[in-house]
C-alpha cells in the first residue's frame, strides 16, 4: 500500500513559477507509474504529466514547454516544475500512483494524495 503527500501549493503572481512535491512511502516510486492531475473549480479533474518507469515522461499540451515532471528516487519524491504560470492553472494538484505503466485516465490510478492548492492571480 502506497501513501501519498503532495506539498508545495500556494498562491502566486501571474507568469510566476513553483514546485510541487509528492513524497510516497510504502514502495518504491519506480515501480510505478506517477502522474499529477489537476481540477480546476467547476471542473473536471485532468491528467498534467505522467513519468513510467522513472524514465518516461509525458505531459499534457495544455502545460507543455512550461511543466516539467521529475522524480528523486533516494528521496522517493515526485516533482512538478511549473513556469510560466497563468490563471488557467490554478486548481487543486493531485499526484498519483499505479503498478504498472501507460496510465493516463484518473480512473487508471489506484494511490491518491490528497491534493495541494495552486491559485495564480
Known amino acids: 500500500h502506497v501513501q501519498l503527500v503532495e506539498s508545495g501549493g500556494g498562491p502566486v503572481q501571474n507568469g510566476s513559477s513553483l514546485i510541487l512535491s509528492c513524497v510516497a512511502?510504502?514502495?518504491?516510486?519506480n515501480r510505478y507509474?506517477?502522474?499529477?492531475?489537476?481540477q480546476p473549480?467547476?471542473?473536471?479533474r485532468e491528467w498534467v504529466a505522467t513519468l513510467d518507469g522513472?524514465?518516461?515522461t509525458s505531459?499534457?499540451?495544455s502545460v507543455r514547454g512550461?511543466?516539467?515532471?521529475s522524480q528523486d528516487n533516494d528521496k522517493n519524491t515526485l516533482f512538478l516544475q511549473m513556469n510560466s504560470l497563468n490563471t488557467d492553472d490554478t486548481a487543486m494538484y493531485y499526484c498519483a500512483a499505479?503498478?504498472?505503466i501507460g496510465a493516463r485516465?484518473?480512473?487508471e490510478y489506484t494511490y491518491w494524495g490528497q491534493g495541494t492548492q495552486v491559485t495564480v492571480s
Request: charged share 25%; proline share 3%.
Open 25 to 29: 512511502s510504502g514502495d518504491t516510486y
Open 33 to 38: 507509474c506517477v502522474g499529477w492531475f489537476r
Open 41 to 44: 473549480p467547476g471542473k473536471e
Open 54 to 56: 522513472g524514465k518516461i
Open 59 to 61: 505531459i499534457a499540451d
Open 66 to 69: 512550461r511543466f516539467t515532471i
Open 98 to 100: 499505479v503498478y504498472g
Open 105 to 107: 485516465l484518473d480512473t
